[in-house]
């Protein structure tokens, strides 16, 4: 099986272009997709629960007699959580539970002072009120994603978490049910694709509408979550999972051949590099890659994604290869270098950093604490994970005591009327120290 990466070098002339090519990355699809979900939104706002029914026979696949039948009650919650393992039970427990003490630590707090005029100023934090969560359902069964979005929208306070996920064939991941009934998500709908995010939106009789939308989906639901943005909030469009690996050549290549897999698995699209200025352990990487990919159960979807976005990169040295990282911005950003704090303070963009030899990537996908939701496509540019803050929202507070307004309607007049805007300066001056020229 082949699964050699295309080599780079910062050294070549047209690295940059290279570069720019293999990070190149269009997160929402073509014309058809656009259309399609255009299509399903309208069904959905138009016909509601009987259009959820009718794409839920068409796109899962199993026939769906009454709209009742597409939530699941609570009862299969917990017994989905009764009859896990109890390996897999206390699993999804600690991860809870690093997950919540993470959390915890990020809420924003309401805050305020008072002028010496009197006059107070401030912010209220309120959490959302509902939050829909959407949990893929297809490659693959994601009850981490279940907690990671579930945990910090309860750590905010938000008083109704809605839960929906494709169910192909009618069949469901335990897994995922039980992650839902430790997350303490409230409800669940059987609903995926496009369908599910203007449910959600929008609202049907049987699906309550919610005021954000979360959790990733595959190329329909990315583009009806930008579709339906406005409606409601989204936490964002995400790309395919991505892997940047910084390393000084001292660390065990199995280690980083594996940990480059772990993101390729994901699908065909997925991205994961190394960056080095050792072109010796480059090379023994790749050795690496090429012994243990046939080991793996996914080696066909590894093997492609490093093909077509993988990359072996050479460097100057350890700044160059900061430099490098700093370009790609990528989601996920291993330092497995002898002294991961000493380089970190350079690192101006990474959706997440493990710092480290020992530190694999994979323990923040399920339960170091930190969200695996990251931005991706470079996003790291200006966003972040989510967290505790995306479920919450701020609310200035302004109190003018008689003498503030004064003092304050006095810049207030003359700004106003500088853009002429004279009801917005009467307004001001009426509780100013007199009458304005026109009162």
Known sequence: ??????????????????????????????????????????????????????????????????????????????????????AERDALGFAAERIRAYAEHQGLESWSYTESDGTLLGQQVTSLDRVGLYVPGGKAAYPSSVLMNAVPAKVAGVAELIMVVPTPRGEINPLVLGAARVAGVDRVFAIGGAQAIAALAYGTVLVPAVDKIVGPGNIYVAAAKRAVFGQVGIDMIAGPSEILILCDGSTDPDWIAMDLFSQAEHDEDAQAMLVSPDAGFLAAVQQSIERLLPTLERREIIATALCERGALIEARDMADAVAVANRVAPEHLELSVADPVAILGAIRHAGAIFLGRHTAEALGDYCAGPNHVLPTSRTARFSSPLGVYDFQKRTSL??????????????ASVLARGEGLTAHARSAEYRGDGPGPER
């Open 1 to 86: 099986m082949n699964a050699a990466l295309r080599r780079l070098s910062t050294h070549d002339p047209d690295f940059d272009h290279q570069l720019a090519r293999l990070l190149a990355w269009e997160a929402v699809a073509d014309e058809t997709v656009q259309a399609a979900v255009t299509e399903i939104i309208a069904g959905v706002r138009q016909r509601g629960d009987d259009a959820l029914m009718e794409y839920t026979r068409r796109f899962d696949g199993w026939q769906v007699q009454c709209a009742a039948d597409l939530e699941i009650p609570r009862e299969r919650l917990e017994g989905a959580w009764n009859g896990l393992p109890v």
């Open 398 to 411: 302004i109190q003018a005591s008689p003498a503030g307004a004064a003092r304050l309607a006095r810049a």
